[in-house]
């Protein structure tokens, strides 16, 4: 996942906007959503929310600017596995098989002569409940177009079941050149640890369907243990979980208390972690994360890298705090969550 960008550095009042919203288009029960003729930006953020309804999904594939060749090429994982790859595709090949949600946040260059580089990790579920993990694709793809930039974009579904009406694709768009307009990730809230307690709470925010968060935490050179996200206080085993730490072979846990980034302790100083959430208050609720982790402070010491993909299986109401938690030593008044969201 290469999440790591700050969505509100841009954002102060009188700054430049930064990834407004270009268009959107919810899903009818059929298997494609089109959302078509917005203006090309040179950064693309799409934000693709997709709901079974009657059967399967699958994929969730992109097609641009209604384009009828043989024109992508993608390179994938899921859920760590080894590489497959595919060129002249008529399609850029999107996540699995899910009779739920799907949880796709893709980024793209789009400069008109260029070809068109596609990156995202998607979650998609395995099944309802706690006792099922979800699952995640890593994807790196391509449209070979060098003479126009993207202003359509097409979701199409190989499944047996169709898009549902929950289902939402919304394009987002970023140019350095933009001094007009509206941002689309609006802060909700950022809160800073009180230095006594091992959970970091963000308090109460404003419920939103798309949540962007990041958060560091430190202990001041102390162990940090089992350290993950809970929402809305929940401590009940409601979650699960799965992921990789260091490239290894994949972690699962399920019917859990709290979402673990990748569990055991650490030895050490920091962690940073940027994970974007679908929020839709009568689904269950799917976490993308990249895990960064400082073990040691100096440059001869390697951090931890995980990615790890989560889910709170809540139907009956929609996240509105969150919770970072570290069962071994509390977090110092340096540590800090904050959240960015938008519906």
Do not use: C
């Not at 760590?80 to 893709?106: K, M, R």
């Not at 995640?136 to 169709?162: H, L, M, P």
């Not at 919770?323 to 540590?335: F, G």
Request: no cysteine; charged share 15%; glycine share 10%.
């Amino acid at each position: 996942m290469s999440y790591l960008i700050n969505p509100y550095w841009y954002a102060a009042a009188g700054a430049i906007p930064y990834y407004q919203e270009l268009g959107r288009t919810s899903g009818s029960g059929t298997d494609s959503i089109t959302v078509s003729s917005f203006s090309s930006k040179p950064y693309l953020m799409i934000l693709s929310s997709l709901v079974a309804t009657g059967g399967t999904i699958s994929g969730g594939d992109l097609k641009f600017n209604s384009s009828t060749g043989s024109e992508y090429a993608r390179r994938y994982s899921t859920n760590g596995a080894t590489d497959v790859t595919a060129t002249s595709q008529t399609v850029l090949h999107g996540v699995g098989t899910s009779s739920q949600t799907q949880w796709v946040p893709w980024f793209i260059s789009n400069s008109a002569d260029e070809e068109k580089l596609v990156q995202t990790t998607g979650a998609y579920q395995s099944g309802s409940g706690s006792s099922n993990e979800p699952n995640y694709r890593d994807i790196a793809g391509k449209w070979d177009n060098t003479s126009d930039a993207i202003t359509t974009v097409e979701v199409i579904n190989n499944g047996s079941g169709d898009f549902s009406s929950d289902s939402e694709v919304v394009i987002l768009g970023y140019d350095p050149a933009d001094t007009t307009g509206t941002t689309f990730w609006d802060l909700l809230i950022k809160t800073s640890a009180s230095g006594s307690s091992t959970t970091l709470d963000s308090g109460a925010f404003t419920s939103k369907k798309f949540l962007w968060v990041q958060a560091f935490g430190t202990t001041g050179a102390s162990n940090m243990d089992d350290i993950g996200f809970r929402a809305n206080s929940d401590s009940s085993a409601n979650y699960s979980r799965r992921g990789s730490l260091n490239g290894g072979a994949d972690f699962t846990s399920i019917n859990q208390d709290y979402i673990r980034f990748s569990g055991g302790a650490a030895a050490g100083n920091d962690i940073f972690i940027n994970a974007f959430i679908i929020n839709i208050s009568d689904q269950e609720k799917l976490f993308i994360m990249k895990i960064n982790r400082n073990k040691t402070l100096g440059a001869s010491s390697i951090v931890d890298s995980a990615e790890t993909v989560g889910k709170w299986d809540i139907t009956a109401s929609a996240i509105s705090s969150l919770q970072l938690i570290n069962s071994a030593n509390n977090w110092t008044t340096d540590s800090y969550i904050s959240v960015w969201g938008h519906d």
